[in-house]
């Protein structure tokens, strides 16, 4: 291949290693859905949240999900998460297949295997930020890598805040919190559903570069839903959904062309035989 290269002429190599990148390994999927649909409501008060949903989401990558008012985003990552169950098709996390599982195993998957980052942050008032941090092991009762929960405590900046209770931090401490909390039991997929809704843009933007942190430096797998275009231009991979259906599917872009495609979408209705990602 080298001497190929070499005796051919410059012009060809941009093209050589336009199939080096297309014929390169991808990672694998951590999160597999194959024809999620989900109606709410009968009769004329019918809502189809999803139509016939297929994504993958690649091990070790942030992607955003985003859709006008109504899209189906919310839906579709409450699905995946295993937080509500479809009406049809199915959903893999980590080699298991969810939506038939039983609550209770169900439950212990969601313990073991997701992280979640809420909007209202979601943690008890009556722990302190150490013990909020650790309560998915408590509830497992599964004892800490110590090296692993200060390194994680570290990154998130909280290390003089661990005695602290909720009532006595910020809300962008309390987000810090939540982020802690969620990659502590080193979960194969984090769930964050508007993570930076309750923050203003500075505390959010911290929040945001933790996320960023998590994928680059710990290797994890963030699914975030998000209505802000600078959110999402944080991320590897934007999702755009409109009436229940993927409509674009994108690799990395900035906050103007997520901007603009958002707009474009709230401007035109979806058309029959979109949605399937690229």
């Known amino acids: 291949m080298q001497q190929l290269v070499a005796s051919e002429s410059p012009r060809l190599a941009p093209t050589i290693a336009d199939l080096e990148r ?5 990672p694998p999927a951590v999160v597999a859905a194959r024809g999620l649909t989900r109606t709410y409501g009968k009769g004329d008060a019918t809502v189809h949240a999803l139509r016939d949903v ?27 998460a295993g937080l509500d169950r479809p009406d049809g ?12 599982l039983k609550e209770k195993k169900l ?13 209202s942050f979601n943690l008890l008032a009556t722990l302190t930020a150490d013990e909020n941090i650790v309560l998915p092991l ?24 661990l005695t602290h209770r909720p009532a006595e931090l910020s ?22 559903d508007e993570p930076t809704g309750n923050l ?41 959904l409109k009436d229940g259906r993927i409509v674009q599917d994108r690799q990395r872009m900035t906050r103007d062309e997520i901007y603009d495609t958002i707009k474009n979408l709230e401007d035109r209705p979806a058309r029959d035989g979109e949605g399937s990602p690229r």
Do not use: Y
């Not at 439950?107 to 909007?119: A, E, H, N, S, V």
């Not at 509830?139 to 900046?157: H, K, P, Q």
């Not at 809300?171 to 964050?192: D, E, H, M, T, Y």
């Open 22 to 26: 297309q014929f390169a390994v991808q």
């Open 54 to 80: 297929d994504v993958d989401i690649a091990e070790g990558r942030l992607t955003a999900v985003m859709g006008p008012s109504g899209s189906g985003k919310s839906t579709l990552m409450h699905i995946l």
């Open 89 to 100: 098709g199915q959903v893999t996390i980590a080699g298991t297949e969810i939506t038939q």
């Open 107 to 119: 439950t212990q998957l969601r313990r073991d295997k997701i992280g979640f980052i809420f909007q």
């Open 138 to 161: 408590s509830l497992a009762r599964r004892r800490a890598d110590e090296a692993w929960r200060r390194g994680v405590i570290e990154a998130v900046g909280l290390t003089d805040r």
């Open 171 to 192: 809300g962008g401490q309390q987000q810090r919190v939540a982020v802690a909390r969620a990659l502590i039991n080193r979960p194969a997929v984090l769930f964050a």
């Open 200 to 240: 203003d843009s500075r505390t959010g933007g911290e929040v945001l570069n933790l996320l960023r942190r998590s994928v680059d430096e710990f290797g994890q797998t963030v699914i975030m839903v998000t209505h802000d275009a600078g959110a999402a231009s944080i991320a590897d991979r934007v999702v755009f």
